[in-house]
């Protein structure tokens, strides 16, 4: 039993690895080693309850919810949501990886990570990791026409970052 | 940007989980699964004691930790000298310094230590390059010249030291190797143990060659010197390798030769026995031919029916046949013996004769005539069939009650355990018959048990 739960968890690891490693890229601040750090926390502590996991419902939701509720307890720990941002990327691979990005993504990057991090959750779920209303919903445990609300109030809070950056 | 910013952020750049990411996730992934498997076992174990639950957890965890770790530190070539694991790493080699007894153990472990101490010095020799460029070649003239090194440099001079001492020890494990080699007395075996040295000298020579590749000239002059000095050496140990060699080469092909003709000469040594023996034996043969003519004689003289004699004759006769042709092969040795063996017949043919003489007249008067015996069924040329004896209960078989007259049983035996008795042959028929008749006219007496009758009689 043991061994068919470890091959079913890094089958779901090996599905997912990439989506949470983005998920925590742009809510860290593109902070490559704390994202490693973060993504791994994640997947470990999912494989200590993957018992009580449901396969009858999607493992996406399951782990965009344990991802979410972890950034929330290690912002939580960190406090200042800005500052880490700020600070993060410091290596100088980090900073040649922001070099490379084109100029627009780095306004809307900098506009991104300067939103409340609620509706950083919310843009980043939909529009990187793909993720419906519905399955955001769920994570975040709203209703699915309020996350839809949230979602559209997010978006136009960022336009309004970027036109002023702009 | 910001009429298309839902497009935009779609294709906003995503990146892969990084290498390095995955590397912690799957340490950590691992000690996770142990952990689950320890507590697994331990819950297996039938530990319903908190207390001792929690002991054995921990001496479980312990153990596989000890043994994941001593594992890696031993195989690991990556574990070098100046690491935290290196000590671990030595003592497990030390051990098996201790248990290897045998000289060619010694060789081959020897042989394996040099080999781990050469990759070492190149884990070292990286190290040492790596840093020999920015840091060490400003540093080498301070430690050159014997003043000691400022506070900073003080890693690079332990990175230097542990490379010297480390390439060092390879020449030092060779030399050992070699004098175990020398210990063995089996020139076979040494032949072995000397090839295995130079078969891994020449192995070192190159890594030394790479080694000092890496380093370069402007490393430090003590690791150049060591690496020079250790290549010279390495080179210098494999000559006097394969001087020994050629030495125990000779030794084989010698001891081959001398084997060869220890060999040759036995076997001359014995055909001039065989040779100087040969008349000796030829003249006992005809001696003995003579004997077998006046045995042939006696034999007649004394009334031996002639298929008894030819019998002992053909016997006698073979025996001096294979005498002879055993001579004729160049084995008169052989032929010694069976004219012995033809003499030792002849001696004691006399009881031989008695024998079958006996035998003869014996079956003449049992056996009926082959007329006889040719027209009548077997059934009729067998003796006639005894009644079972009459035996006491407790002498073997099944007794069955017999009432002989009323009031009075007797215990008759239906299948009469087989006896000396019986072997031999029972009493004659005649006589059995007798003894019925006589029991007949006592009228109706009792039966009685024979050692009551015979106290009668």
Redesign the interface.
């Given at each position: 039993m043991p061994q068919t739960e470890r091959k079913n968890f890094l089958f779901y690891y090996q599905q997912f690895k990439n989506k949470i490693f983005n998920y925590f890229w742009y809510r860290t601040g593109f902070n490559q080693e704390l994202t490693e750090d973060l993504t791994a926390d994640v997947f470990l502590r999912a494989y200590e309850h993957f018992e009580g996991f449901n396969p009858a419902y999607p493992f996406q939701s399951w782990i965009f919810a344990i991802a979410h509720n972890h950034l929330v307890n290690f912002y939580k720990k960190q406090y200042n949501i800005a500052s880490l941002a700020e600070t993060a990327a410091t290596s100088e691979q980090e900073q040649e990886e922001k070099l490379l990005i084109k100029l627009d993504a780095q306004i809307v990057q900098q506009a991104l990570v300067n939103l409340p991090a609620g509706q950083q959750d919310l843009i980043i779920m939909h529009y990187i990791n793909d993720l419906s209303i519905k399955e955001i919903a769920e994570i975040l445990q709203k209703e699915e026409n309020a996350a839809r609300v949230a979602l559209s109030r997010a978006l136009d809070a960022l336009r309004r970052l970027i036109n002023n950056k702009i | 940007?910001?009429q298309n910013?839902?497009k935009?952020?779609?294709n906003?750049?995503?990146?892969?989980?990084?290498l390095?990411?995955?590397g912690?996730?799957y340490f950590?992934?691992f000690l996770?699964?142990v952990k689950?498997?320890v507590e697994?076992l331990v819950n297996l174990l039938f530990f319903s004691y908190k207390p001792m639950k929690i002991l054995a957890k921990t001496i479980l965890v312990v153990f596989i930790f000890a043994v994941v770790l001593s594992s890696y530190a031993y195989a690991s070539s990556n574990i070098v000298r100046g690491d935290s694991l290196y000590g671990l790493k030595r003592a497990i080699e030390n051990y098996q310094i201790k248990f290897a007894d045998k000289p060619m153990e010694q060789v081959e472990l020897y042989t394996k230590l040099a080999e781990r101490r050469l990759a070492e010095a190149g884990e070292l020799a990286k190290e040492v390059a790596g840093i020999s460029q920015p840091v060490v070649s400003l540093v080498y003239p301070v430690f050159a010249q014997g003043d000691e090194p400022a506070t900073g440099e003080a890693p690079v001079v332990e990175a230097v030291e542990n490379f010297v001492t480390t390439v060092q020890e390879v020449s030092q494990n060779t030399e050992q190797a070699i004098t175990a080699a020398e210990q063995i007395s089996e020139p076979q075996q040494a032949a072995e143990a000397l090839a295995v040295i130079n078969t891994s000298q020449t192995s070192q020579t190159a890594e030394l060659q790479t080694i000092a590749a890496t380093i370069g000239p402007v490393a430090p002059e003590q690791t150049v010197e060591a690496v020079a000095t250790t290549l010279q050496t390495t080179i210098e140990q494999q000559a006097q390798v394969q001087v020994s060699q050629e030495e125990v080469q000779n030794a084989i092909e010698t001891k081959a030769a001398e084997v060869k003709i220890e060999i040759e000469t036995s076997q001359d040594v014995k055909l001039q026995k065989a040779e100087e023996l040969k008349p000796a034996v030829e003249q006992k043969i005809g001696e003995t031919k003579d004997l077998v003519a006046k045995f042939k004689e006696d034999l007649l003289a004394a009334g031996v029916s002639t298929s008894t004699a030819e019998k002992l004759l053909n016997r006698v006769d073979t025996k001096l046949a294979k005498a002879e042709a055993a001579l004729a092969g160049g084995n008169p040795h052989q032929a010694q013996g069976l004219l012995k063996a033809t003499k030792a017949l002849m001696n004691n043919a006399k009881h031989f004769v008695k024998q079958a003489e006996k035998q003869g007249e014996e079956t003449a008067t049992s056996t009926p005539s082959t007329e006889e015996s040719t027209i009548s069924p077997p059934s009729a040329v067998s003796a006639p069939k005894k009644s079972p004896p009459f035996r006491p209960a407790g002498s073997g078989g099944k007794c069955v009650e017999v009432e002989v007259y009323p009031g009075y049983t007797t215990c008759l035996m239906d299948e009469p355990a087989i006896t000396e008795e019986d072997i031999l042959g029972g009493e004659p028929v005649d006589q059995q018959a007798q003894e019925k008749q006589e029991n007949q006219g006592q009228g109706n007496k009792p039966a009685v048990p024979p050692g009551q009758q015979k106290k009668q009689q």
């Open positions: - | 940007m910001t910013l839902e935009f952020l779609q906003m750049p995503r990146k892969k989980f990084t390095r990411g995955e912690k996730f950590r992934f996770i699964v689950k498997e697994r």
